[in-house]
């Protein structure tokens, strides 16, 4: 557990005297908010069908940009090679780079939100706990698969193109209950808090076994 | 040499139980009543889509002996599993679309369960053979490529369920499948899958031998650079 907060405190230090992951995680996340907004609305009205998209396009796109930077900066230098041969049980170098990928995207998702609300759908800020909550644990399940993958891709030549590549199939399910839930949670009436419901299972249960496999499978996709 | 006799064997087997199966599924099967000679496009989508999922799941289980034996011959069976089963994936793909325009009254259709299903399960396999292929052939990659495998396996329920709850608007009289199908029909179906699992089983066979003989010609390949050098 103390291991993990010095990895975690590490990385997060590293993003504090930069802050190039979460910079560019919230520019691009304002970049992709505004094409959206260019590409789906000539016409007033229409941007309560189409805010939950949009809040999770951003979402997914900015993720990765920031997660293909997690292990970039271990390369330099052999620091991952450093960190693995260093006495700390392998889920917790995985978990402390797992929470700092959390951190960055669930920041850039914390600036994102109340600029998708402004521009499309105001009641997003009067259900911003239940939007608050598809937000942190689609991040998670994001976070979890993404991180893997991009250790896995770290040493690869085209590992910024195939991370996306990889990842978006996997998350299908993050997403399509992400964009679910959101649209649940804005819907009125009891049916809709129900279906909300549902898809925020989903949605964990999709987090708890992606999280639990990502663990696991961490220490094999590393090891030579 | 007698390997290569039993697959030949089993490739005429094959050839033979297939010329069968057409002929029975338009021949011997009868016409269905609403759906009309279409319906006969079941035989094979159905049988495809089942073929997909075991391939599917056959690459997971490479995958997991991979990572845990790290013998090539699990990660080839993994790769060649998951090659066969997108074929499979793509040939349901486009045959649902042949069968559902005249019978939906359109090809594609973003509500369907089984359709959504399919469709996110061929995404990622399709993804797991591009990461494959630009990875290269290093451990690492083969590495990266059982955990793809692995967590692929684990999106198939979490898509199945999601589409589920998505959909549900489908009457499911349309689908055309279900317990009530007539003894010939189900005899023709049982004729199809066996071929498309005998389908399968050689084309696997064939594509991990290719990927295991690739693997050694590397080796000898590096071994022979390294004597001139």
């Not at chain 1, 964990?204 to 499978?217: E, H, K, N, R, S």
Request: charge should be positive; include cysteine; aromatic fraction near 12%.
């Amino acid at each position: 557990m103390q291991q993990l907060g010095v990895l975690l405190w590490k990385d997060l230090r590293l993003e504090l005297r930069s802050r190039e992951v979460v910079y560019t995680s919230v520019f691009f996340a304002l970049l992709v908010t505004v094409i959206s907004g260019f590409a789906f609305l000539r016409h007033a009205g229409a941007g309560e069908k189409v805010a939950p998209g949009i809040l999770w396009i951003a979402l997914t796109f900015s993720g990765t940009l920031g997660m293909n930077r997690t292990f970039g900066r271990e390369r330099e230098d052999g620091c991952l090679q450093g960190v693995l041969l260093a006495p700390v049980p392998r889920p917790a170098v995985f978990l402390g780079k797992l929470v700092a990928n959390f951190v960055f995207m669930a920041t850039a998702a914390a600036a994102m939100m109340p600029l998708v609300a402004l521009f499309f759908e105001p009641r997003l800020f009067a259900h911003g706990g239940g939007i608050g909550l598809c937000l942190a644990l689609g991040t998670l399940g994001f976070a979890a698969v993404g991180t893997l993958l991009s250790a896995g891709l770290s040493k690869a030549r085209l590992r910024h193109v195939l991370l996306p590549i990889v990842m978006y199939p996997l998350t299908l399910p993050a997403v399509i209950s992400g964009v679910m839930a959101t649209t649940s949670i804005l819907a009125p009436g009891p049916d809709a808090a129900a279906q909300a419901r549902a898809w925020l299972v989903l949605l964990g249960g999709y987090d708890v076994v992606f999280l639990a496999a990502a663990i696991f499978l961490f220490d094999p996709l590393v090891r030579e | 040499m007698t390997g290569r006799r039993v697959f030949i064997g089993l490739m005429v087997v094959l050839g033979a139980m297939y010329v069968e199966a057409i002929r029975e599924v338009f021949f011997v099967a009868p016409v269905e009543r609403v759906m009309g000679i279409v319906q006969k496009i079941f035989y094979f989508h159905v049988s495809a889509a089942m073929t997909f999922f075991l391939a599917f799941v056959v690459c997971a289980v490479g995958s997991v002996a991979y990572l845990v034996t790290r013998k090539a011959r699990w990660d080839a069976l993994a790769a060649a599993s998951a090659e066969v089963g997108v074929l499979m994936c793509a040939m349901v793909l486009l045959t649902g679309p042949l069968w559902a325009w005249p019978v939906w009254g359109t090809p594609w259709v973003w509500d369907d369960p089984q359709l959504m299903l399919t469709l996110g399960v061929f995404l990622v396999y399709t993804s797991y053979l591009l990461a494959r292929s630009l990875l290269g052939g290093d451990a690492a990659g083969r590495r990266l490529a059982a955990v793809l495998g692995i967590l692929g396996a684990l999106a198939i329920p979490f898509i199945h369920y999601a589409v589920q709850l998505w959909g549900g608007h489908h009457p499911r009289v349309m689908r055309g499948e279900g317990g009530g199908l007539d003894p010939t029909m189900r005899r023709v179906f049982a004729l199809c899958v066996v071929s498309f699992l005998g389908l399968y089983g050689l084309l696997l066979w064939t594509r991990m031998r290719l990927f295991l003989d690739e693997a050694r010609l590397r080796v000898l390949q590096n071994r022979v650079e390294t004597e001139v050098a």
